[in-house]
T-cell receptor
Framework: AQSVTQLDSQVPVFEEAPVELRCNYS??????LFWYVQYPNQGLQLLLK??????LVKGINGFEAEFNKSQTSFHLRKPSVHISDTAEYFC???????????FGAGTRLFVKA | DTGVSQNPRHKITKRGQNVTFRCDPI?????LYWYRQTLGQGPEFLTY????????KSRLLSDRFSAERPKGSFSTLEIQRTEQGDSAMYLC???????????FGEGSWLTVV
């Protein structure tokens, strides 16, 4: 069975500063990896995904993530955050041959002026 | 592309009443998922349909929960004899199966009083 651990429940950061949201996963088989963003009272929106190929993936809103198989990590980064990036971010994993996507508990990113 | 549509968006019900939520997936998607999300947590997998077949329902929280997708298009999630612990957001998602990327609706908030 897969599992996802998001290492920080909250990350406060000043506007225009860089940010990294950490995610580690556990699985005995190959996986697909995802980051989703959730704004208040809304559903989840896909930010980016790793399916195969280049380990550095770029997503919407200037976010990127790097898949590290040896560390079983998929950390999300942005070089310069905006106030509008304040939201909840979820890391998720699916077995390549499966259908069930498992989510982490989320990291609340709070961008301060 | 109209996205995944859920209704009602909000439902307040008295304990013991039955509630039903509807989900209309993205039209060309044959996979449909239900998740539950409580405050401060990531989405929790409930059940999965491929076309009209319910292939995984072991995570439905009790026998008070049931889901259907009668014609392989829209789906309903019913909760019978609601309890206060059922208060949560119920998220529907759909997928074409490619890369297991799932797309979420806006969610249906349930408050049991």
């Amino acid at each position: 069975a897969q599992s996802v651990t998001q290492l920080d429940s909250q990350v406060p950061v000043f506007e225009e500063a860089p940010v990294e949201l950490r995610c580690n996963y556990s699985s005995s088989v190959s996986v697909y990896l995802f980051w989703y963003v959730q704004y208040p009272n809304q559903g989840l929106q896909l930010l980016l995904k790793y399916l195969s190929g280049s380990t550095l993936v770029k997503g919407i809103n200037g976010f990127e993530a790097e898949f590290n198989k040896s560390q079983t990590s998929f950390h999300l980064r942005k070089p310069s955050v905006h106030i509008s990036d304040t939201a909840e971010y979820f890391c998720a994993v699916t077995n390549t041959g499966g259908f069930k996507t498992i989510f982490g508990a989320g990291t609340r990113l709070f961008v301060k002026a | 592309d109209t996205g995944v549509s859920q209704n009602p968006r909000h439902k307040i019900t008295k304990r013991g009443q039955n509630v039903t939520f509807r989900c209309d997936p993205i039209s060309e998607h044959n996979r449909l998922y239900w998740y539950r999300q409580t405050l401060g947590q990531g989405p929790e997998f409930l059940t999965y349909f491929q076309n009209e077949a319910q292939l995984e329902k072991s995570r439905l929280l009790s026998d008070r929960f049931s889901a259907e997708r009668p014609k392989g298009s829209f789906s309903t999630l019913e909760i019978q004899r609601t309890e206060q612990g059922d208060s949560a957001m119920y998220l529907c998602a759909s997928s074409s199966g490619q890369g297991n990327t799932i797309y979420f609706g806006e969610g249906s908030w349930l408050t049991v009083v």
